[in-house]
């Protein structure tokens, strides 16, 4: 079986795309002119306008040489990202300093660099730019010019600037923290997704070597049949005592095994295959045999009575999701791996157990999401060498294989005073005996397993 396995690393950042940010730093410039075309020449206000447009030329001119200087396709580096969206954030401070500090209303857009940052950005970038918020809204807060306004300007009392700036702050790190979570969350089931199609790729072109394999063995085996024939001919023709005999009956020896992988060869690919269809017992059997050179004892039980034992399609999405199962039972578990088999005319089951450490409770709900990463040793268990582990993008890859077949998965703690986790797998066995071997997916006319039957997997 191909060893398919991954690192477990997380979620990658990409940065952002150059000419997004330039994009919606021109939308921002022509907000901010128009903002203080209005103040200034429509409403009449006092304002000092020269300084504050001067502010937002120097925005055009940074824009201008980004776009000359970088291709349109450039995506910034973490740390570039960071410095354009500090920059951003020095600018509007800038202009709400000219503008009346933290009491004119537009100082909410400090939330968009942030916002930003928390979507595309490492976190520390973003809690550095949320401290740079918290530090120019403290300086706008103590001193700022006046409001513009028409005659006396406003002003207003001490304790409603603390409230705005003190909403500025919350909604800065609640609303960031909330961004960041849900990008991150689909960052992470974006790489898994990737990595689960990865290797059904992979399986699929397995099965398209099957199909050149057997069209070859189409193309050669009229000639085959040929060089047969005359080797053949040459050792009937060929005097008993020749040099050459030996040489002779060796090819014939040699042409007859090509012969014989090529017959192999057409009766996988019409179906005759001795081994395209197998019984569950061999299914496990082959599953468990490479695992028995480890220090683990394992332990199969099946069924006394086996005259209806399911037949089923030897397809690598079973084998692969069900290695995984095993082969995690095996690394944590201290000295026994237990495998029950079961079944009966309506269903399959095979349970997984080992006498490890077992789950800790706060991890069993969330077994199965991808990249699933624990913030403290509670998520976690030791392995036989002492070493911690998670359960993440391979059990994911796992469950999304088998459940792709029909089946479901459930996980659990053994009942005290015993140790270690139970993994129970559950088919239909009309389901699972219909699957196709090629693929492991199920036949034409076969429902998928329903939301409520999968809900309860976990």
């Given at each position: 079986?191909?060893?398919?396995?991954?690192?477990?690393?997380?979620?990658?950042?990409?940065?952002?795309?150059l000419n997004a940010l330039i994009n919606l730093r021109w939308l921002?410039?022509?907000?901010?002119?128009?903002?203080?075309?209005?103040?200034?020449?429509?409403?009449?206000?006092?304002?000092?306008?020269?300084?504050?447009?001067?502010?937002?030329?120097?925005?055009?001119?940074?824009?201008?040489?980004?776009?000359?200087?970088?291709?349109?396709?450039?995506?910034?580096?973490?740390?570039?990202?960071?410095?354009?969206?500090?920059?951003?954030?020095?600018?509007?401070?800038?202009?709400?300093?000219?503008?009346?500090?933290?009491?004119?209303p537009f100082s909410i857009l400090f939330l968009a660099p942030v916002?930003?940052?928390?979507?595309?950005?490492?976190?520390?970038?973003?809690?550095?730019?949320?401290?740079?918020?918290?530090?120019?809204?403290?300086?706008?807060?103590?001193?700022?010019?006046?409001?513009?306004?028409?005659?006396?300007?406003?002003?207003?009392?001490?304790?409603?600037?603390?409230?705005?700036?003190?909403?500025?702050?919350?909604?800065?790190?609640?609303?960031?923290?909330?961004?960041?979570?849900?990008?991150?969350?689909?960052?992470?089931?974006?790489?898994?997704?990737?990595?689960?199609?990865?290797?059904?790729?992979?399986?699929?072109?397995?099965?398209?070597?099957?199909?050149?394999?057997?069209?070859?063995?189409?193309?050669?085996?009229?000639?085959?049949?040929?060089?047969?024939?005359?080797?053949?001919?040459?050792?009937?023709?060929?005097?008993?005592?020749?040099?050459?005999?030996?040489?002779?009956?060796?090819?014939?020896?040699?042409?007859?095994?090509?012969?014989?992988?090529?017959?192999?060869?057409?009766?996988?690919?019409?179906?005759?295959?001795?081994?395209?269809?197998?019984?569950?017992?061999?299914?496990?059997?082959?599953?468990?045999?490479?695992?028995?050179?480890?220090?683990?004892?394992?332990?199969?039980?099946?069924?006394?009575?086996?005259?209806?034992?399911?037949?089923?399609?030897?397809?690598?999405?079973?084998?692969?999701?069900?290695?995984?199962?095993?082969?995690?039972?095996?690394?944590?578990?201290?000295?026994?791996?237990?495998?029950?088999?079961?079944?009966?005319?309506?269903?399959?089951?095979?349970?997984?157990?080992?006498?490890?450490?077992?789950?800790?409770?706060?991890?069993?709900?969330?077994?199965?999401?991808?990249?699933?990463?624990?913030?403290?040793?509670?998520?976690?268990?030791?392995?036989?060498?002492?070493?911690?582990?998670?359960?993440?993008?391979?059990?994911?890859?796992?469950?999304?294989?088998?459940?792709?077949?029909?089946?479901?998965?459930?996980?659990?703690?053994?009942?005290?005073?015993?140790?270690?986790?139970?993994?129970?797998?559950?088919?239909?066995?009309?389901?699972?005996?219909?699957?196709?071997?090629?693929?492991?997916?199920?036949?034409?006319?076969?429902?998928?397993?329903?939301?409520?039957?999968?809900?309860?997997?976990?």
């Amino acid at each position: 079986m191909t060893d398919l396995r991954y690192r477990e690393t997380g979620p990658h950042h990409f940065g952002i795309s150059l000419n997004a940010l330039i994009n919606l730093r021109w939308l921002a410039i022509a907000g901010q002119t128009l903002a203080l075309a209005i103040v200034e020449w429509g409403l009449d206000f006092s304002l000092p306008a020269v300084p504050a447009f001067a502010v937002v030329g120097i925005t055009v001119v940074v824009n201008v040489a980004l776009r000359l200087g970088y291709a349109s396709t450039y995506r910034l580096s973490d740390k570039e990202a960071g410095a354009l969206l500090a920059f951003d954030i020095v600018q509007l401070a800038m202009l709400l300093y000219l503008t009346g500090g933290l009491v004119n209303p537009f100082s909410i857009l400090f939330l968009a660099p942030v916002l930003i940052s928390a979507m595309a950005l490492k976190p520390r970038t973003t809690l550095l730019l949320g401290a740079l918020v918290v530090a120019v809204s403290t300086m706008l807060a103590v001193h700022s010019h006046p409001l513009p306004w028409r005659g006396e300007p406003i002003i207003l009392p001490p304790q409603y600037i603390v409230g705005i700036w003190a909403s500025i702050v919350v909604s800065v790190s609640f609303i960031g923290a909330y961004a960041w979570r849900v990008a991150e969350e689909t960052r992470k089931l974006s790489d898994a997704l990737a990595a689960t199609e990865l290797v059904l790729a992979r399986e699929q072109q397995i099965t398209a070597i099957d199909g050149l394999a057997a069209a070859a063995a189409h193309e050669l085996g009229t000639p085959l049949a040929t060089i047969a024939l005359v080797v053949r001919e040459l050792e009937r023709a060929m005097p008993e005592n020749s040099p050459h005999g030996a040489d002779i009956k060796l090819l014939r020896q040699q042409t007859e095994r090509c012969r014989t992988i090529l017959r192999t060869l057409t009766s996988l690919e019409s179906g005759l295959a001795p081994f395209d269809r197998i019984t569950l017992s061999h299914i496990v059997e082959e599953v468990v045999s490479p695992l028995r050179d480890l220090d683990t004892d394992f332990e199969i039980r099946f069924p006394d009575d086996r005259s209806r034992e399911p037949v089923v399609a030897r397809n690598p999405a079973v084998l692969y999701g069900l290695e995984s199962i095993v082969e995690n039972a095996a690394d944590f578990a201290k000295e026994k791996v237990l495998i029950e088999a079961s079944w009966d005319e309506n269903e399959v089951n095979i349970a997984v157990s080992d006498d490890g450490p077992g789950f800790a409770p706060e991890v069993i709900g969330r077994i199965g999401e991808p990249y699933l990463r624990a913030r403290g040793q509670s998520l976690l268990r030791k392995g036989k060498g002492g070493d911690e582990a998670g359960l993440g993008l391979g059990f994911f890859i796992a469950k999304t294989l088998l459940e792709r077949g029909g089946g479901t998965l459930r996980v659990e703690n053994r009942v005290a005073p015993a140790t270690g986790a139970v993994v129970r797998l559950h088919w239909r066995r009309d389901a699972l005996e219909r699957s196709d071997a090629a693929t492991g997916t199920r036949t034409k006319g076969e429902s998928a397993p329903s939301l409520a039957t999968e809900a309860g997997a976990h």
